[in-house]
């Protein structure tokens, strides 16, 4: 037992925080900053976090995750980091050329009192932003929210630094996607295409974060979006605003700065979210859905009619971000499994409160936390089992312990590829994550049937 | 099939000059004494254990990395609870490949969990240290381990948090050893700073708490050393054949009882100089115990460094069956090499790693017939590229003042030479040599690049300028070096591989670096339409 000392008996704790499920602020503004095309994030405090943001990450997509830091040390602590912010300014632009730098705070910044406008509009006047250059920044101190809240204020401080209205209208809807992997940006790029609609994804990482190997590195791949389309946001027709944590504070911004309506709508995981997405694209975009998309949809709803056997009542642990954990609900629920208990670590009542609504209609009252740990997670399981555990790698650990199936889903993902590649969400998506549950659960009843009820067909 | 082109062959002098030609005048100048290309009778300082300069992209981590997660990381029993906002802890979790092996499935074993304090907003407003205390006392509840450490984080340190009086506190009331680490991640210039002042408060609040002496003839500690990808198991596996017992290991697969008993060991042996030095240092003029530099990365180091410990005890048992055990294992070893050396041999690398690892990995590479192009550390010190000698001359500059020094002397109880003055000299004059690293640089061929420090910008452009056969660093570099279509090594976590230490590891080590050199993947960069992009006139099969 790797995680023996956990007690089945489950004792209220009000101050240590055990297996934590969830991680600081920057590391969220850091991935919203890549998905700028040509951007270079930054970590304004001490070196050490920003290592590890970018190891996490690195270590998450397997690609290249270029970041900058302050590397403040004691001096800074105690004078404050104006010198180090506006010298790395400097540095950067000369040293790697970026279009933008996507300044972000740390604990040990914010705690001082850093005041990033200022210094960034000190870095304008005395000239260290070459002209056409941008300098974008959030404030994201990890004594509040999550990585989750990190990058909602990362894409919320770009459009409120870089988004302007022209008064003429470009025809486009923006797509706020929230924190997913760069296949599903690439996969919600491409129904947006099919269904016709122009549209602003931000941020993008896709082709930055799962980029091809040609024999040269590029420190700024293709991928991202431009300067030039986070400032006609404010000239869109509206903003669907994928995942209230993530996407939804960029998205009232852009509609109480410059009026452009904003609809917030789940992440579209599962089909009933898809569902939901495709319509609400179809109806801002003024176009029809087309038979392709139909199409995918049918599949879909055929393979869970397939193989409604065997998900059939199942009961599943799911620990993730609070935005994937309300769709990935709701897709089990629509599958007629049963998501027993579930944690996320980003505070947010309103997560509880949306959890045990979807379980509601289905008859049943889950264990549901946010702010919680997969320690709790893991006691809650031990009282009362299930049969499958969602979430990131470090639920390999419990999977084990408890001897379960475990689909690897969410953030961090250490030790599998695919995720980088392959989208979850939309109908493809959707089909991909009954294809992984499936496996895993039938690979389990394969391995545990006797030698007389092993057999071939399904 | 297109040849690959070589890029033509620079010097060591032109490829520093492209490495400074786009720095700002400042910084070009910073750079220039940390880059450094050896030379004859080379006696020249390198600039080390310096800031990092703001805006560049280091390799470098954390006070509160090098101390919570290098060296209490590997510690099983012990319960670690890092008292600050929630990434620090969830960062260290995990991550560094410390592999344990606890005696039984009962017995204590930590290391799977990340303890926290998750501080909140109103926490770091009001204060921490309530929180860090109900957190201490929840967390015996639960677990009722033997010894708590609290690691301060940035933040924390910020606000005031006496994190030592927190610690006595408990200690107390709980009536278990629970000591405290002031390693704020902006304290000092790299890990190296956290490195120390874990070491410091082990060695104030745990060695010498246990006076039981182990059984065995021969009694050494192995400091340094880390049990990334299972090495400490194989060092355990061949010091236990020669017949040689390990008291404490710091801290590769460790527990609190052999830190706790470190004092008892007759002799230091030293992997990681960077990461320890000092604690051999202290050890001896405490306890009187004598320290040597080792090194267990590649099968002649290991054969070197059995020998050197055999000779330290002089006994002829040992003497001989060190000699057995490594004609034992030495066979297997040339079998592998046989058999990689004409794949490997005439390649070269690049090392960029640690404080120790970028030295001794350049043993294997030699076996293999590899050329170390170009070498450096993360977060040394002059002393490791250079030399003990140059201890005396290095200057403390602000950074490094932070970090507590300890005032060591003689324990009233418990010192007790281990061999007697001219017991020592003999055994100097027989060639063996106490206290002494004779650093990186002297041991690398002249006109080699060593740089202190490596950044992202410096780290693409040599591999650029220098085509190396495989590059080794940690995960941040990995994937703009494999872009290149350079095979990357990692060298901090083995990349799921290892152990790479003792006979069996360097086996490993020849046939993942055979497999790397001789790869197909990294030829296959252009696709047969890009090769020859032209098309000719005609359309169709013909
Ligand atoms: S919690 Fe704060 S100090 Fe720790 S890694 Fe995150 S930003 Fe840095
Ligand atoms: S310098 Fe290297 S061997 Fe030493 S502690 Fe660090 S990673 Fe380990």
């Known amino acids: 037992m790797l995680l023996r000392h956990t007690p089945t008996e489950i004792k209220e704790r009000s101050a240590l925080s055990i297996n934590p499920a969830k991680t600081c602020q920057p590391i969220g503004a850091m991935y919203a900053g890549l998905g700028i095309h040509g951007c270079l994030p930054h970590s304004h405090g001490s070196q050490g976090c920003c290592a590890y943001h970018r190891s996490t990450l690195t270590r998450h997509y397997k690609e290249p995750v270029s970041a900058a830091t302050s590397s403040f040390t004691e001096g800074a602590s105690v004078f404050g980091g104006q010198a180090n912010l506006l010298q790395a300014i400097d540095n950067i632009f000369t040293v790697y050329e970026p279009e933008v730098i996507a300044v972000h705070t740390t604990c040990l910044s914010e705690t001082i009192g850093d005041d990033l406008k200022q210094i960034v509009d000190k870095a304008q006047k005395e000239g260290k932003i070459p002209t056409g250059k941008n300098v974008v920044y959030a404030s994201t101190p990890s004594y509040v929210g999550s990585h989750v809240t990190g990058f909602s204020n990362m894409v919320k401080g770009t459009v409120n630094v870089l988004a302007e209205?022209?008064?003429?209208?470009?025809?486009?809807?923006?797509?706020?996607?929230g924190w997913v992997e760069p296949s599903d940006m690439e996969e919600l790029k491409r129904i947006c295409a099919m269904v016709g609609v122009p549209i602003i994804m931000l941020p993008d990482t896709s082709g930055v974060l799962n980029g091809p190997m040609t024999g040269t590195y590029e420190m700024f791949p293709k991928g991202g979006t431009t300067v030039a389309e986070i400032k006609s946001t404010g000239d869109s027709m509206g903003t669907l605003a994928l995942g209230e944590w993530c996407s939804a504070d960029a998205a009232r911004t852009l509609d109480t700065k410059f009026k452009v309506p904003c609809r917030v709508l789940d992440i579209p995981i599962g089909i009933k979210a898809t569902d939901r997405f495709v319509d609400a694209l179809r109806i801002a975009g003024g176009t029809s859905v087309p038979e392709t998309v139909a199409f995918e949809r049918g599949q879909m709803l055929d393979m869970m009619?397939?193989?409604?056997?065997?998900?059939?009542?199942?009961?599943?642990?799911?620990?993730?971000?609070?935005?994937?954990?309300?769709?990935?609900?709701?897709?089990?629920?629509?599958?007629?499994?049963?998501?027993?208990?579930?944690?996320?670590?980003?505070?947010?009542?309103?997560?509880?409160?949306?959890?045990?609504?979807l379980c509601k209609e289905k008859g049943y009252e889950p264990n549901v936390r946010a702010h919680g740990d997969m320690f709790l997670l893991h006691q809650w399981m031990?009282?009362?089992?299930?049969?499958?555990?969602?979430?990131?790698?470090?639920?390999?650990?419990?999977?084990?312990?408890?001897?379960?199936?475990?689909?690897?889903?969410?953030?961090?993902?250490?030790?599998?590829?695919?995720?980088?590649?392959?989208?979850?969400?939309?109908?493809?998506?959707?089909?991909?994550?009954?294809?992984?549950?499936?496996?895993?659960?039938?690979d389990r009843k394969d391995r545990d049937s006797p030698e007389e009820t092993f057999e071939l067909v399904l | 099939?297109?040849?690959?082109?070589?890029?033509?062959?620079?010097?060591?002098?032109?490829?520093?000059?492209?490495?400074?030609?786009?720095?700002?005048?400042?910084?070009?100048?910073?750079?220039?004494?940390?880059?450094?290309?050896?030379?004859?009778?080379?006696?020249?300082?390198?600039?080390?254990?310096?800031?990092?300069?703001?805006?560049?992209?280091?390799?470098?981590?954390?006070?509160?990395?090098?101390?919570?997660?290098?060296?209490?990381?590997?510690?099983?029993?012990?319960?670690?609870?890092?008292?600050?906002?929630?990434?620090?802890?969830?960062?260290?979790?995990?991550?560094?490949?410390?592999?344990?092996?606890?005696?039984?499935?009962?017995?204590?074993?930590?290391?799977?969990?990340?303890?926290?304090?998750?501080?909140?907003?109103?926490?770091?407003?009001?204060?921490?240290?309530?929180?860090?205390?109900?957190?201490?006392?929840?967390?015996?509840?639960?677990?009722?381990?033997?010894?708590?450490?609290?690691?301060?984080?940035?933040?924390?340190?910020?606000?005031?948090?006496?994190?030592?009086?927190?610690?006595?506190?408990?200690?107390?009331?709980?009536?278990?050893?629970?000591?405290?680490?002031?390693?704020?991640?902006?304290?000092?210039?790299?890990?190296?700073?956290?490195?120390?002042?874990?070491?410091?408060?082990?060695?104030?609040?745990?060695?010498?708490?246990?006076?039981?002496?182990?059984?065995?003839?021969?009694?050494?500690?192995?400091?340094?050393?880390?049990?990334?990808?299972?090495?400490?198991?194989?060092?355990?596996?061949?010091?236990?054949?020669?017949?040689?017992?390990?008291?404490?290991?710091?801290?590769?697969?460790?527990?609190?009882?052999q830190f706790a008993t470190a004092h008892t060991a007759d002799l230091n042996t030293v992997m990681c100089h960077r990461s320890i030095n000092y604690v051999a240092e202290m050890m001896e003029t405490k306890y009187g115990i004598p320290w040597i530099k080792i090194n267990f990365i590649g099968a002649e180091a290991t054969a070197k460094s059995l020998r050197k410990i055999a000779q330290y005890f002089g006994d002829?048992?040992?003497?001989?069956?060190?000699?057995?055990?490594?004609?034992?294992?030495?066979?297997?070893?040339?079998?592998?090499?046989?058999?990689?050396?004409?794949?490997?041999?005439?390649?070269?690398?690049?090392?960029?790693?640690?404080?120790?690892?970028?030295?001794?990995?350049?043993?294997?590479?030699?076996?293999?017939?590899?050329?170390?192009?170009?070498?450096?550390?993360?977060?040394?010190?002059?002393?490791?590229?250079?030399?003990?000698?140059?201890?005396?001359?290095?200057?403390?500059?602000?950074?490094?003042?932070?970090?507590?020094?300890?005032?060591?002397?003689?324990?009233?109880?418990?010192?007790?030479?281990?061999?007697?003055?001219?017991?020592?000299?003999?055994?100097e004059a027989e060639g063996l040599k106490f206290k002494d690293y004779e650093g990186m640089m002297p041991e690398m061929d002249k006109g080699s690049i060593v740089i202190d420090d490596l950044n992202q910008y410096e780290a693409d452009k040599l591999v650029e300028l220098m085509k190396p056969d495989i590059f080794c660093a940690g995960i941040k570099e990995k994937f703009s070096i494999q872009k290149m279509g350079v095979p990357m090594k990692q060298l901090h976590s083995y990349d799921y591989g290892g152990p790479y230490a003792g006979f069996k590891g360097a086996c490993n080590f020849y046939k993942e670096i055979k497999r790397m050199v001789t790869s197909k993947v990294w030829s296959g960069m252009k696709a047969p339409w890009e090769e020859n992009p032209e098309l000719s006139a005609t359309y169709v099969w013909e």
Not at chain 2, 395 to 420: C, M, Y
């Open chain 1, 165 to 177: 209205s022209t008064g003429k209208k470009n025809h486009k809807v923006n797509i706020i996607p």
């Open chain 1, 305 to 357: 009619a397939d193989y409604h056997q065997y998900f059939f009542g199942k009961k599943v642990a799911l620990v993730g971000d609070p935005d994937q954990l309300i769709a990935m609900t709701e897709f089990l629920l629509t599958l007629d499994m049963k998501p027993v208990h579930i944690v996320t670590g980003t505070p947010g009542k309103k997560f509880e409160a949306r959890i045990t609504e």
């Open chain 2, 1 to 257: 099939m297109a040849v690959e082109k070589k890029k033509k062959v620079l010097s060591a002098e032109a490829v520093k000059e492209e490495l400074l030609k786009k720095y700002p005048p400042k910084v070009a100048r910073k750079r220039d004494k940390q880059i450094h290309i050896t030379g004859e009778e080379d006696s020249s300082e390198i600039m080390a254990n310096v800031r990092t300069i703001p805006g560049i992209i280091t390799m470098r981590g954390c006070t509160y990395a090098g101390c919570k997660g290098v060296i209490l990381g590997p510690t099983r029993d012990i319960v670690n609870i890092t008292h600050g906002p929630i990434g620090c802890g969830f960062y260290s979790w995990l991550t560094r490949r410390n592999q344990t092996k606890a005696p039984s499935a009962t017995d204590e074993n930590f290391m799977p969990y990340a303890f926290s304090t998750d501080m909140q907003d109103e926490d770091i407003i009001f204060g921490g240290e309530k929180k860090l205390e109900q957190a201490c006392l929840e967390a015996y509840e639960l677990f009722k381990p033997k010894a708590m450490a609290i690691f301060a984080t940035c933040p924390v340190g910020l606000i005031g948090d006496d994190v030592h009086a927190v610690a006595r506190k408990m200690k107390e009331k709980l009536g278990i050893n629970v000591f405290a680490f002031s390693c704020e991640g902006y304290k000092g210039v790299s890990q190296s700073a956290g490195h120390h002042i874990a070491n410091n408060q082990i060695f104030t609040h745990v060695v010498g708490e246990n006076d039981t002496v182990k059984m065995g003839e021969y009694k050494i500690n192995v400091l340094g050393e880390y049990n990334i990808g299972g090495d400490a198991f194989e060092i355990e596996r061949i010091l236990e054949k020669c017949g040689i017992t390990m008291v404490s290991t710091f801290s590769g697969n460790s527990t609190y009882e």
């Open chain 1, 382 to 442: 031990k009282n009362d089992p299930v049969d499958l555990i969602m979430g990131n790698s470090y639920c390999k650990y419990i999977a084990r312990d408890e001897d379960l199936p475990f689909v690897r889903f969410g953030f961090p993902i250490l030790d599998r590829p695919g995720h980088q590649y392959f989208a979850s969400v939309g109908y493809r998506g959707g089909m991909r994550l009954m294809e992984k549950m499936l496996g895993v659960l039938l």
């Open chain 2, 316 to 427: 002829k048992k040992l003497i001989d069956r060190v000699e057995e055990v490594i004609a034992e294992e030495m066979p297997q070893v040339q079998a592998v090499l046989d058999e990689v050396f004409p794949f490997t041999k005439g390649k070269t690398a690049m090392l960029f790693v640690g404080g120790s690892r970028a030295h001794h990995y350049q043993e294997l590479f030699n076996e293999m017939g590899m050329r170390t192009l170009s070498a450096g550390y993360e977060f040394g010190h002059r002393d490791d590229y250079e030399g003990r000698h140059v201890i005396p001359d290095i200057k403390v500059d602000a950074d490094s003042r932070n970090i507590e020094e300890l005032e060591v002397t003689p324990d009233t109880a418990r010192f007790s030479p281990r061999k007697s003055v001219e017991q020592l000299m003999r055994l």
